[in-house]
């Protein structure tokens, strides 16, 4: 059977089990389908199933492993790293419409949700009832829940509440060939056996396709206070990072913009950004369950650090706290609309090491005549490093793009750290898995592939 025969073949098959409504091949829907949130990348799929339960999602990969045919999970499309794009076509298994929140359960502290819910959305279901689901992803309005498992999601929170696997207690997931499973549950201690949530966390969608999410949640704090720090230099600022850290001082959130992220998004926003002379911005908040507990914390932090309190900015009201950050939030955008072709990377290394690699990066691109602007999670040595194409002519842009990945991914690792904090691998980066990984690993990830996915259907061409 050649390829148009397997593809018609594999698209009546669907058709036939899940219907019009669910199966489509339309080139407008495959267009849509075609790119995420990744500069410069496209791939089409030769057709898209939208799944509503998990039994179109067994039906789905039957079909798919039956005919060897290729499938492609994808929740929200908001990753940046190609992770959910069909690279070699086949199926692209949409799981936007298994949307619902199916339970928070507020005795056992813990949220059911299918992959498609918004991790908004889940956050604001769950302060309604005084609890708390601390991942928060800078795409949190319109990224899954689903793609945050599947890669491992992080957030400026990260700091004080860890990432998306520290609050996955259980899944339900389908194998390639068909098979429901689930693994973990309604309980925080599980000592049966391998655990297999933890390997599907972060296994960018290569593994098995995720129908429902078993999360933890906590109780809401009731005090938040946002604050603004600018500093005179990176360094500067990322010294004062590791001097919160060492003094116990441990605030919700600890995010860094270097003074290129402040100058575009000033551009972007179209209004001046507070203390646009600055190097750099801290942006740090303090949460807790009472005033006192924030107060507290909040002078400690005054007292340890080694900048004037008047130039401290602490936000009195929500118009301050938006002010505070919008300009965080609006980065990516203001990057995509003023420099529409970028490379974004998000390297990690020690807290202690982020301003010895930040400079040495700077040095390195700029040898080059390269713009890069950085910001990023400095409580947790998460950098996210955006390197601009500018007025570079394509041809040039291309054949340097090799040499700037490895730049960024040997400077990182030199630095006692790893090549992706929070994004994952997924098909821009495989060509760079070996030098963060042994031979040995990389042969030991490949046969957890191949036990989970032996045809090799699910997510093709990723991580490896």
């Known amino acids: 059977m050649d390829r148009e025969e397997k593809r018609n073949s594999v698209f009546n098959a669907l058709l036939k089990e899940l219907g019009s409504e669910k199966v489509f091949r339309a080139k407008d829907i495959l267009e849509k389908y075609s790119t995420d949130e990744t500069s410069n990348l496209t791939f089409s799929p030769d057709m898209i199933v939208k799944a509503i339960t998990v039994s179109d999602v067994s039906t789905t990969m039957i079909i798919c492993n039956n005919h060897r045919f290729p499938v492609t999970p994808r929740g929200a499309g908001t990753g940046v790293t190609g992770g959910a794009l069909p690279v070699n076509g086949g199926v692209v298994l949409s799981l936007e419409n298994m ?69 996955v207690l259980g899944l339900e997931y389908v194998l390639p060939d068909g098979s429901v499973m689930t693994t973990g549950g309604k309980y925080v201690k599980n000592a049966t056996g391998y655990n297999l949530t933890g390997t599907l966390i972060g296994s960018e969608g290569t593994l098995a396709v995720i129908t429902k999410i078993y999360l933890k949640l906590i109780p809401a704090p009731d005090c938040i206070v946002d604050l603004l720090i600018p500093f005179d230099s990176v360094n500067h600022a990322i010294d004062t990072v590791i001097t919160i850290i060492k003094n116990r001082v441990i605030p919700s959130t600890i995010e860094l913009m270097e003074e290129n992220a402040i100058t575009i998004v000033s551009r972007y926003l179209g209004e001046e950004m507070l203390f646009p002379e600055a190097s750099a911005h801290l942006l740090i908040q303090i949460d807790g369950y009472s005033e006192n507990e924030v107060k507290t914390v909040l002078e400690k932090l005054i007292e340890v650090i080694d900048i004037p309190r008047k130039r401290i900015v602490i936000a009195e009201d929500d118009k301050q706290r938006e002010r505070i950050w919008k300009a965080r939030r609006s980065i990516r955008d203001s990057i995509q609309d003023l420099n529409p072709v970028f490379l974004a990377e998000d390297s990690v290394v020690p807290r202690s090491e982020i301003s010895s690699f930040l400079i040495e990066l700077k040095e390195k691109l700029g040898a080059l005549n390269i713009t890069s602007l950085m910001f990023g999670h400095a409580g947790d040595g998460n950098i996210h490093i955006n390197i601009l194409k500018g007025t570079m002519d394509t041809e040039q842009w291309n054949r340097l793009v090799p040499q700037i990945k490895e730049i960024v991914y040997r400077t990182a690792i030199a630095h006692n750290g790893t090549i992706t904090g929070e994004h994952g691998i997924g098909y821009i980066r495989r060509a760079y898995v070996s030098m963060a990984l042994s031979h040995e690993e990389i042969e ?14 699910l997510n093709p061409n990723k991580v490896f």
């Open 444 to 457: 030991l990830l490949k046969r957890i592939k191949n036990a989970f996915d032996p045809n090799g259907i």
């Open 99 to 167: 949307n619902r929140i199916l339970e928070i359960d507020t005795e056992n502290m813990i949220a059911v949700v299918e992959p498609g819910v918004i991790t908004g959305d889940l956050q604001k279901a769950a302060l309604k009832e005084g609890l708390m689901y601390p991942p928060d992803p800078a795409s949190l309005e319109t990224c899954s829940i689903g793609g945050n498992v599947a890669e491992g999601a992080g957030g400026p929170k990260a700091v004080k509440y860890g990432t998306t696997k520290d609050y």
